[in-house]
């Protein structure tokens, strides 16, 4: 897929890493050609047991400080964070995931969307997804004209009960931007895994393989295509 110097493209992700996983790839290709804008959802760690609440605070801290400096590495700039609570957006009304996405679309008015598969293990996922459908729902008015979703190692792969994440949407990346996408990971000191697991660098670089491999490149990224509208 080709960008215009003109594109300005949100992407709305979960957790801080998601938009590295997800797209960083695809992030750090466009950071020359496009105005880029990031949202992230979920704080990201308070799921986790045993934490206390100085402990939990301090560790939302450092993440947001990861996806600052892995921002820096992608060429974007830092992301918009909201606070909402990690693996329990369902606790949450919709509605104000919705109206999180409604004020960041309000303030790039995008015409590229990246998102969440549908398919996703992690509820927040899928209901980022969801989040994201009613935000930029095709109104006449809406500047969106593409909205595509893109896989997660570590949730889209290990779905085995949902439609798999099956990309028909290829964005080809250069070395250096999976290079980039590789360090921005590595900025997520309490995210990266080391192989085999699917968050390991060996397993990114493996992933960028097979999906250059997909569309006749040695490397690339896949997204599932929600919407596009043919002006």
Same mark, same amino acid.
């Given at each position: 897929m080709t960008e215009a110097t003109e594109a300005r493209? *949100?992407?709305?992700?979960?957790?801080? /890493?998601?938009?590295? *996983?997800?797209?960083? @790839?695809? +992030? %750090?290709?466009? %950071?020359?050609?496009s105005?880029?804008?990031? +949202? #992230? +959802?979920?704080? @990201? #760690?308070?799921?986790? %047991?045993?934490?206390t609440e100085e402990q939990m605070a301090e560790q939302v801290a450092q993440l947001r400080r990861d996806a600052a400096t892995a921002a820096v590495v992608l060429g974007v700039p830092t992301p918009t964070h909201r606070a909402?609570? /990690?693996?329990?957006? /369902?606790?949450?009304?919709?509605?104000?995931l919705v109206h999180a996405v409604e004020a960041e679309v309000a303030a790039l008015a995008p015409t590229r969307v990246l998102t969440h598969s549908a398919g996703d293990v992690n509820v927040d996922h899928r209901l980022t997804r969801d989040a994201v459908e009613a935000a930029v729902r095709p109104l006449a008015t809406s500047p969106v004209e593409t909205?595509? @979703?893109?896989?997660?190692?570590?949730?889209?792969?290990?779905?085995v009960t949902r439609p798999r994440f099956a990309p028909n949407v290829f964005y080809a990346l250069l070395d250096h931007h999976v290079?980039?996408?590789?360090d921005a990971m590595?900025?997520?000191?309490?995210? %990266?895994?080391p192989a085999p697991h699917p968050r390991s660098e060996q397993n990114l670089r !493996?992933? !960028?393989?097979?999906?250059?491999?997909?569309?006749?490149?040695?490397? !690339?990224?896949g997204f599932? +295509?929600?919407y596009q509208r043919v002006l």
């Open positions: 493209v *949100l992407v709305v992700a979960a957790h801080p /890493d998601d938009e590295v *996983l997800g797209c960083g @790839g695809t +992030l %750090a290709r466009l %950071a020359r050609t105005a880029v804008r990031v +949202l #992230i +959802l979920g704080e @990201g #760690i308070t799921s986790r %047991a045993g934490l909402f609570p /990690d693996n329990a957006f /369902d606790s949450v009304q919709l509605l104000r909205v595509l @979703g893109f896989e997660v190692p570590s949730s889209s792969d290990w779905n290079l980039a996408k590789v590595a900025c997520y000191r309490s995210e %990266a895994r !493996a992933l !960028a393989r097979v999906r250059g491999g997909q569309c006749g490149r040695e490397w !690339a990224e599932e +295509l929600v």
